[in-house]
Nanobody, 118 residues
């Protein structure tokens, strides 16, 4: 059974840091063959792309709103993708989801809540 499990969310003060993890299991192909991405969805808003990392050379992409503060990385040996989040702002508060894509087929995780508040 294909599964993505996010972890690492929680409550953090503005300016703080969190590291999200997304562990993959049950994939038909090697984890390294999947493009991975992180999305977030705040209450009443659409789900937006935050960061992505390719399957080929691990090139990252970042939304302008997080560029310079967030870092996406992957460990193919551990079937895991990470999102390092620094200098967090109240507007970063959302449920964060990871997604795996291969050949136009997407798999989503269940999400992890990130709350930024003093």
């Amino acid at each position: 059974q294909v599964q993505l499990v996010e972890s690492g969310g929680g409550l953090v003060q503005p300016g703080g840091s969190l590291r999200l993890s997304c562990a993959a299991s049950g994939f038909t192909f090697s984890f390294s063959m999947y493009a991975m991405s992180w999305y977030r969805q705040a209450p009443g808003k659409e789900r937006d792309l935050v960061a992505a990392i390719t399957s080929a050379d691990g090139s990252p992409y970042y939304a302008n709103s997080v560029k310079g503060r967030f870092t996406i990385s992957r460990d193919n040996a551990k079937n895991t993708v990470y999102l390092e989040m620094n200098s967090l702002k109240p507007e970063d508060m959302a449920v964060y989801f990871c997604k795996a894509r291969r050949l136009f087929s997407d798999t989503w995780g269940q999400g992890t809540q990130v709350t930024v508040s003093s």
